[in-house]
């Protein structure tokens, strides 16, 4: 039984470690100049989606560390099991950093139906 119990703790501990490393896209990329209107407003949609989706697995993130850092009080291995890199965050400010500079590019090609970007902190 103890060997069970150890065997699952070492797998949570190993399985969580920290977090996944962060991939923050790049603002400006060199198929933007030649991006038509549809392709500007297309990645914007599209990156709209992915912040929803990162800030879901935010909160699901932040939940894991709240219940790691509780149980951490009692059985401080369990604090490994947190994550520390913050990958959500760091991606959903690229994302809308991004979308910022999309609009930007859009406005100035006056593209119909251009609307100022969602802005997520």
């Known amino acids: 039984m103890k060997t069970l119990v150890a065997s699952i703790l070492a797998a949570s501990l190993l399985g969580g470690c920290a977090g996944r490393t962060p991939a923050p896209v790049a603002i400006s990329q060199a198929q933007d100049n030649g991006a038509s209107c549809t392709a500007l407003q297309a990645e914007t949609a599209a990156n709209n ?30 604090w490994f099991a947190m994550d520390w890199q913050g990958a959500q ?19 100035e090609r006056r593209c119909p139906g251009t609307s100022a970007p969602e802005i997520t902190s």
Not at 91 to 107: D, F, K, P
């Open 49 to 78: 989606m992915k912040i929803h989706q990162l800030g879901s697995e935010q909160v699901g993130k932040n939940v894991q560390n709240a219940v790691a850092g509780f149980v951490g009080a009692f059985i401080w291995p369990v």
């Open 89 to 107: 965050g760091k991606e959903i400010a690229a994302l809308t950093q991004r979308n910022v500079y999309l609009w930007q590019l859009a406005t």
